[in-house]
């Protein structure tokens, strides 16, 4: 015997279609209907009549759509799988190295099977946990993820719910976290039935359709995507979830549903007796999202925070483009004081928003692992007219410094698939949707947005066609060739130089400094008793440190140095440790 349930409150009659055979459900108080059925075990298909329509509807909460988000669910055991990761104990964002990939791209097959053999890789690399974009239920064969409607069920685009867990139960066995990439503040274009059983919805958002977490009914519509998070973390094992666009969610209740899902996310981690971390991505500059709940704050464990991505790809890059303007004119002083402070924008004008923006971080009470930090992510490369990474602007010099800067800050460090060998295919934009309409309006959305960032009249790829989803995915033999091979190479001394040095990964952003020449393009980071040394510049530059230079940790060209004098060539960088 089967228990079928689905939310409905406002409907007079809901039945429930199990393998061709139509039943009544019980309503029962909360606006849940119920209804106890001998079906045909898992596997069985089943979807629900509203009142008096005869469209049969997918559950809401469906974990399994094998057959596409319009058509029927499939009864899915989540107990069936046979996990092996018994002795996992997981894994804490401070002190992690985390690595973004996009199922779909990360190999040429593009399922989770395939890309448990990659595993390996980001084991030699260094990585810690490796962070997935969306893999729910999205309508097409190719998305990166953002439209998802099925937020229950795993896209059998990447091998289905089975698949995923084959992949997270490998990436236990190598030591490796996963944290899942979530959307809660908009549904996709196609599929979204959810309006249809009861009020989800209030108002969109310019992606889509967004949820009602305070209005009537609410109570509900939050458990519908708290019990989601729940799932992943509980049934799925992953280690975090990185929740998509946070400031989109619309919430003027007491407690905000992030609160809420983290004081829920507590009780699962004392359950589990292992650590669950939750990143938003915000761009609020709002330090509370990231100031743990006794201190009066939301309780995220840590946030994306773009304005050291803006600094960092200003400098290196020269752009001062659309929203990268007021990070341009900061120029390296910009970057020394991201690098201190966490934000640019903290309580300060920004000319893209056009008003003040933004809150002073508390250094003495926030550490910096709470900030995750990166040269590119899927957004900052796809979110680029034609889907260039920074291998395409920049020298193999200066990616190099870029990340130097980025593994001795003391923010938990990211990376994007490829970055580490320099990858030169693009990420684009691309989606497919059955429906013409839709492909259309995403074909003229999309071209319209990049014309808004200042891109002007740049050919954008066609985000329907093949070839644009094709072109985006990793070339795995470029890493054996140079200047990759060289390039991946010092990505790995950098993450072990960083898991050796305890200055490297202290997280107290008090206890950094950074001095900058911007005529030489020149910065020095302070770690404790190691300095960073960067040269932007093309000239060499002889920098005096003021102590006496005892050993270089890892250098990307030859320098020399004497005494407390170091002299580094033009785009590099060196690691030295002071005399005590």
Known sequence: M??????????DRVRVLVDG??????????????????????????????????????????????????????????????????????????????YECHIGTFTDEGTFDSAIEKLDHLVALGIDMVEVLPVNAVDGPRNWGYDGVGWYAVTENYGGPDGFKRFVDAAHARGLGVVLDVVYNHLGPSGAYLDRFGPYFAGSNIWGPSLNLDGPWSDEVRRFAIDNALMWLRDFHVDGLRIDAVHALRDTRAQH????????????????????????????NDPRMITAREGGGLGMTAQWTDDIHHCLHSVLTGEGQGYYSDFAEADLAGLAHVLTRGFLHEGTWSSFRKR??????????????RFVTYLQNHDQIGNRATGDRLTQLLSPGILACGAAILFTSPFTPMLFMGEEWGARTPWQFFSYFPDEGLREAVRKGRTAEFAEHGWGD?????????????????????????????????????IAIRKAWPELSDPWLDEVAVDVHPEARTLVIHRGRLRVLVNLGTEEVALDLGATITRILLASEPTASEQSDITLPGESFAIAVLAD
Do not use: C
């Open 356 to 369: 003040t923006h933004g809150a002073p971080v508390d250094t003495a009470r926030i550490p910096g692992h």
């Open 257 to 284: 549903v992030l609160e809420q899902l983290a004081v829920e996310v507590a009780a699962l981690e004392a359950h589990v007796g292992r650590p669950l971390s939750l990143i938003a991505e915000s761009d609020l």
């Open 458 to 494: 740049v050919e954008v790829p066609d985000p329907n066609a093949e070839s644009t989803f094709l072109d985006s995915k990793l070339d795995w033999t470029e890493h054996e060739q140079e200047p990759h091979a060289t390039l991946l190479a010092m990505h790995k001394e950098l």
């Open 2 to 11: 089967a228990e079928y349930a689905v939310w409905a409150p406002e409907k």
């Open 21 to 98: 055979e139509t039943y009544a459900m019980r309503r029962e108080p909360g606006g849940w209907w119920r209804a106890d059925i001998e079906d045909n075990g898992p596997g069985s298909a089943y979807a629900f009549l509203l009142d008096d329509d005869s469209t049969p509807l997918p559950d809401p909460r469906s974990l399994w759509q094998p057959n596409g988000v319009h058509s029927a669910s499939r009864r899915y055991d989540q107990n069936s799988f046979w996990w092996t990761d018994q002795g996992w104990t997981g894994r804490t964002l401070a002190g992690s190295v985390l």
